[in-house]
């Protein structure tokens, strides 16, 4: 124990962090798992980190062409600088990558996860510093801060959520330094990082540090060497220059962010109260893993921290401030209001939990450094507390005392902490037999909570993280090798998948998702296939409002573009020449144009996969389809189409007639001006309910799943139902399918279930299918509204089905259902899914609780594929919900025969010549002999400036999500120049700030010896 007290506090935690992390290690390395998430960890996380290492590389090699460029590789093409932002520019430990060779980018990317949790403890330790604290105290703390539940799950599952948990604490001791007249250094340090690395960050922290700022200020109002001026002014100094410092990628940033798609949906998504049963799971959450994980609703504390939470409320008026803080972060959890302002005023994410583990930190060392005089009061309501906590997980599952397996230890280990507090104080232990007992029983703690996660005997987290050495494989083999073929023929043009080619089925199969076809995945960035999606968190709201305005089916702010839906003349003018098909999905409609590439036998060319197990004969993998009707990247237009014209045509209307014209808001009448004359054809058709599908009849009871289950489950002297109430269910069924089909008799307006819960499908037959030939089908519905089941009508469907089931629902079965129900929200969530000859496409709405891609859709256009042949029927299905209606419903077809052809070749033949891309600019020669629109699939941002024989004109913006220009007749020179907006303006402050800051330095050394003397 001696030994240890010489020991700095600083090494003490990184011993005690080695050992844990160890424990951590061992774990993974005996599942084969890495820290790469199966989800955002590979789709998003890594994909990104491979790119910025190349581009640090690059830099390091070249450092005169900069560092971040205009990237035709990222989706579309966008920033590389503001895109990325939020990843890994600004957080200063992915510049470490560069240091991983790049076979080990894997293992790099683990170390920066460790590097950053780490970095966390001794951001509080520093915080710590600032009070007098025994060296037990701040270690204990110290441990149950950096390895919490937050830090544990975010930090696994999205690396760069660790960063709040170093830029708080040094934001808070920046704070107390500036408070009692030290040096400000620190604050300023904090806050130039903290705005360089992340808006999002920046903004949390920020509100984070106002109230941080009012509470501290209210605690030392009275001391005499408090001054209130002095203090803000150099407060306010302090973070301005911090500000400004950063300006040069923080200005850029928020430039951008202002017009990306995330600036979209109401204000916590609509939410007023969260839903009973996320109030229910609260007490459940405190410690361990609790219930179901919604709402970012991550708390997870140590026992020891609970106890301190106790033991400071316990002592309100001696800690009052504190108390303050924690009664705040205890409201905050219980409206959604609170969550959503501190998410940017989005959606009800309780991220924000990440700053609350500071006052609870701090409450803990307080607690630790009590422990020697905690009195039997104190102790006494430690153990009160602890079974109130008991009462209420008991009563909030429905007087059930559920727990999860491994959260049994976490209460263990809290009743054996309350043990060692109590015998210590009744049996006089010594101090450091106490501390070192107390130490050994938090590292419990802490371990079997991360094991909790990632054990998994314990919880489905480590089966969510991707196996070791296998994301540079995954990402190697994503094509199949296809993409070696495809890009020495792609040239300037772009890529998708196919359907159900990156899907994750499995995974995915508990919750409904946006993902239908596929999932969204930033793996083609460093395959440079050049595919028209991307997955970030910022993207170009231009290109937003495109997709929304022809109701891209496949939009989410984080991918909007997706793969288009399918739309034929979408992928066409985003000119997608390839698709890489998964084999084993070919019963797929190709979209119009589209034609398998094959081999010298005429057959699909085939890329096999990697798996050894399947005989050739059944061997599967990539075959590729390839567009003649792609458009170049640059390319003019003859004919514009006004803005307000283009606006009063329908979604399937405004795409199409992007081919007719280009959507430009002024041309000063030097391009001609047409409107747009629709080619689609709304079609007629009658709906249909299948009989079968609705038990009406003892007939169809006999034979369905109800009727044979009754004749299993009981002896023929066992009858729990009359005829009578089996009649009354079969009347109600024929009467709830009566009143469908007479919403139904003009078109659809109205999906429903039958009596028994059951959602009952409706086909819509076309009444004349000739017209779908050479066509490409939509369906489009307005007006939709879902309703979920009431409890009373729940309980109805419950009763209907044993009565049918000839079995009788007893007390606990009602009892059981009142338990479920408390457990259970309607989040207002649905899937449609429409199917017809070789396509089937949906509708997923999110429920209100997902928090990153929550849409509200009261309106869909599905794209149900190009045919040659004529389809009949549309058959559609539903879950979810119970009921869904609609104002109007409509089947439209669009013709693709030689006109359509016709028109997209034209295009074809006015495209620029001598196209070339370089860093940054994108060249090319126009020969036209009247003045046209250059019209292009460059993302608009006003950072493009077009040049023409070298004279800048007017840029503009071409169709409302992508940049051109008016270019007169002849043959001229095209040059498309991009800068990052804001970047200058950017470096002009950070410029302006490091000139304050020597002249602030100079000006203090020349006072300090004035001073002194």
């Known amino acids: 124990m001696k030994m240890l007290k010489k020991l700095p506090t600083w090494v003490l935690y990184t011993i005690m962090f080695a050992i844990i992390v160890a424990v951590f290690g061992w774990t993974f390395y005996l599942t084969n798992r890495s820290l790469i998430w199966s989800m955002d960890g590979i789709a998003q996380h890594y994909p990104i980190l491979v790119n910025f290492r190349e581009l640090l590389v690059n830099f390091l090699t070249h450092p005169s062409q900069g560092l971040t ?46 590097l950053r949790l780490y970095c966390a403890g001794l951001a509080f330790l520093v915080y ?127 430039l951008y962010a202002f017009q990306s798609t995330r600036i979209t949906g109401d204000f916590a998504n609509g939410y007023q ?25 991550i708390i997870g504390i140590s026992g020891v921290s609970f106890y301190a939470v106790v033991y400071v409320l316990l002592h309100f008026k001696r800690y009052r401030y504190l108390n303050v803080a924690l009664l705040l972060v205890g409201a905050g959890l219980c409206f959604p209001a609170v969550s959503a302002i501190f998410n940017a005023f989005a959606s009800p994410s309780n991220r924000w939990l990440a700053l609350a583990l500071l006052p609870v930190g701090l409450a803990t060392a307080i607690f630790v450094n009590h422990l020697t005089r905690l009195t039997r009061r104190d102790v006494l309501t430690l153990g009160v507390s602890t079974l109130v906590l008991l009462v209420l997980i008991w009563a909030s599952h429905g007087f059930l005392f559920r727990l999860q397996r491994h959260d049994v230890i976490e209460y263990v280990l809290l009743f054996g902490l309350l043990a060692c507090c109590w015998i210590a104080r009744d049996y006089h232990w010594k101090p450091s037999t106490l501390y070192l007992s107390v130490l050994g029983i938090v590292t419990l703690n802490l371990i079997a909570l991360g094991l909790g996660y990632y054990s998994p005997n314990n919880s489905g987290f480590s089966r969510g993280m991707l196996r070791q050495q296998s994301a540079a494989h995954y990402t190697q083999n994503y094509y199949n090798g296809a993409d070696h073929y495809v890009k020495k023929r792609l040239g300037n043009a772009r890529t998708s998948i196919g359907p159900r080619y990156h899907y994750f089925p499995m995974e995915r199969a508990h919750t409904f998702n946006t993902d239908y076809f596929n999932a969204s995945s930033n793996l083609p960035l460093n395959l440079k296939t050049h595919d028209i999606a991307s997955y970030l968190t910022l993207e170009n709201g231009f290109v937003g409002q495109l997709e929304q305005a022809i109701r891209n089916n496949q939009f989410t702010p984080n991918d ?36 398998i590439v094959q081999n010298s036998h005429h057959e699909p060319r085939l890329f096999k996969n990697q798996n050894q197990l399947r005989p050739a004969e059944q061997a599967t993998g990539t075959i590729l389809a390839q567009n003649q009707n792609a458009l170049p990247l640059l390319y003019s237009q003859r004919t514009v189409i006004r803005p307000a014209t283009w606006n009063r045509l329908s979604p399937v209307e405004k795409e199409q ?97 039958d009596v028994l819960g059951n959602p009952q499908p409706v086909t819509l037959k076309l009444k004349h299918p000739a017209a779908t030939r050479n066509s490409e089908l939509y369906l489009e519905l307005d007006g939709i509204h879902a309703s979920g089941p009431s409890a009373a009508e729940q309980q109805r469907q419950a009763q209907n089905q044993a ?12 009892l059981n259902e009142w338990r479920q129900g408390l457990q259970t929200s309607n989040n207002g969530s649905f899937k449609l899914t429409a199917h017809t000859t070789g396509m089937s496409n949906a509708v997923t709405q999110l429920g209100t609780d997902e928090l990153s891609n929550y849409v509200p859709k009261q309106t869909a256009v599905l794209n149900l594929g190009y045919a040659t042949k004529a389809r009949s029927t549309i058959t559609l299905h539903y879950q979810g919900t119970s009921r869904l209606r609609f104002n109007r419903v409509r089947v439209i077809a669009v013709p693709m025969g030689q006109a359509y052809q016709q028109r997209l070749h034209q295009l074809q033949n006015q495209r620029l010549r001598h ?20 019209t292009t699939s460059i993302p608009y941002s006003k950072g493009w400036q077009l040049f023409v024989d070298n004279h800048p004109v007017a840029t503009k913006r071409v169709n409302t999500g992508f940049v051109g220009g008016i270019v007169p007749a002849g043959t001229h ?41």
């Open 803 to 814: 009565r049918l089931r000839n079995q009788s629902l007893s007390p606990m079965d009602h």
């Open 915 to 934: 196209i070339k891309l370089t860093k940054n600019q994108i060249t090319g020669t126009s020969q036209q002999p009247r003045t046209t629109v250059l």
């Open 273 to 297: 109260l969260y839903p009973l049963s996320y109030y229910l799971n609260l007490p459940s959450k405190l410690l361990g893993l609790g219930g179901p994980f919604s709402f970012w609703l």
């Open 128 to 254: 710590l510093h600032n009070f007098h604290l025994r060296k037990i105290s701040r270690l204990i703390s110290t441990l149950t801060y950096t390895f919490s539940s937050f830090a544990l799950y975010a930090g696994m599952h999205h690396a760069f959520f660790l960063l709040p948990l170093i830029f708080f604490p040094l934001l808070a001791a920046g704070i107390e330094r500036v408070l009692r007249h030290n040096s400000s250094l620190l604050l300023f340090g904090a806050v130039f990082i903290t705005f360089l690395s992340n808006f999002y960050f920046a903004y949390m922290l920020g509100l984070g540090c106002l109230i941080y700022v009012g509470l501290r200020s209210l605690m030392v109002r009275k001391a005499r060497w408090f001054h209130w001026g002095r203090f803000f002014l150099r407060l306010t100094v302090t973070v301005t220059l911090g500000m400004l410092a950063a300006a040069v990628l923080f200005i850029p940033t928020m």
């Open 560 to 595: 909007p573009v997706s793969q288009n839906d399918y739309r034929s003349t979408m992928l066409s003018l985003m000119g997608v020449k390839y698709l890489f098909l998964n084999s084993a999905q070919r019963h797929h409609r190709l979209p119009a144009g589209f034609k």
């Open 69 to 114: 460029h205009w990237s035709v590789d990222l989706g579309l093409g966008a920033d590389q600088l503001t895109s990325f932002s939020y990843y890994v520019v600004g957080d200063l430990f992915n510049y470490l990558i560069v240091f991983f060779p790049k076979g080990q980018i894997e293992l790099g990317y683990g170390v920066l996860v460790l």
């Open 973 to 1013: 020179q095209i040059r498309l120049q991009y800068r990052t907006p804001g970047l200058g303006l950017g470096l002009l402050l950070t410029l302006i700030s490091g000139i304050l800051i020597l002249g602030i330095g100079f000006f203090s050394c020349l006072l300090k010896p004035r001073k002194h003397s």
């Open 657 to 753: 007639a992007q081919l007719q014209g280009a959507v430009v808001a002024s041309t000063g009448n030097r391009v001609r001006e047409v409107t747009p004359h629709p080619t689609n054809k709304s079609l007629a058709y009658k709906t249909n309910l299948e009989d079968r599908d609705w038990i009406t009849t003892f007939d169809q009871l006999a034979t369905s799943k109800w009727g044979q289950a009754a004749n299993r489950t009981t002896t023929p002297d066992q009858h729990y139902t009359s005829k009578d109430q089996a009649t009354a269910v079969l009347t109600a069924n024929d009467q709830r399918k009566r009143a469908v089909q007479h919403q139904n008799r003009t078109g659809l307006h109205e999906l429903n279930t």
